[in-house]
């Protein structure tokens, strides 16, 4: 009998221990209630230290001179005029401009440059004479063909418009077909592989 009393009371005496120590979480925690968790499980981080940003009072004077500044640059920038992209082909090579001479011009004598000078005048007059003569005879030969065609005109309408028409056979022109291989329909022909050299202009 005192056998049996001693065993049901170190029952409830073990029972008292586990769950004050349950309570106290002492225990395991993997066996632990939820509702109670020991202090060792509790870990503090950056984001549980930190505290809320605080909030900066808004001048408004201040953001009215901000605003004042960045009018006065985009007016400074709209006087300002535009720089224009330079083209490269219009530009002539510093190359090019240099005039200094690999040889020297020999120097010539008085008389050998008066010839030559007088040589170089009678040139001028002969090609003045030979196109004034070109221009006289163009003049007399349109001046033939339009009192031809008045003529004609006045002879035959029909005669006169087809002297009117161009010429066929004033300039003969032969041509024989495509010489090469007809261009495949709907083919994006490639660019073909080339280094760009293109300079970029930021304005």
């Keep these: 009998m005192s056998l049996v009393v001693s065993r049901c009371i170190g029952g409830v005496l073990s029972r008292q221990a586990a769950a004050s120590r349950l309570f106290l979480g002492e225990c395991n925690p993997a066996v632990q209630s939820p509702w109670f968790s020991p202090v060792a499980t509790l870990k503090t981080s950056a984001p549980l230290r930190a ?23 985009l007016k400074k920038l709209e006087r300002v005029p535009p720089e224009f992209i330079p083209i490269e082909d219009f530009i002539t090579p510093t190359k090019c401009l240099d005039e200094t001479r690999e040889r020297i011009p020999p120097t010539l004598s008085f008389e050998e440059s008066e010839s030559r000078a007088l040589l170089l ?19 007399l030969a349109l001046e033939a063909q339009r009192e031809a065609l008045e003529e004609l005109k006045m002879e035959s309408e029909e005669l ?20 090469y291989t007809p261009p495949i329909p709907n083919y994006d022909a490639p660019d073909g592989k080339y280094n760009d050299i293109t300079r970029v202009y930021t304005q």
């Design 121 to 139: 005048k009678e040139w001028s007059r002969y090609k003045q004479k030979q196109h004034m003569a070109e221009v006289e005879a163009i003049e």
């Design 51 to 73: 505290e809320p940003k605080k909030k900066k009072k808004a001048d408004p004077r201040r953001e009215i001179m901000v605003r004042e500044r960045l009018k006065k640059k």
């Design 160 to 179: 006169y418009l087809a002297a009117l028409k161009p010429d066929p056979l004033l300039l003969p022109f032969t041509h024989e077909g495509p010489a």
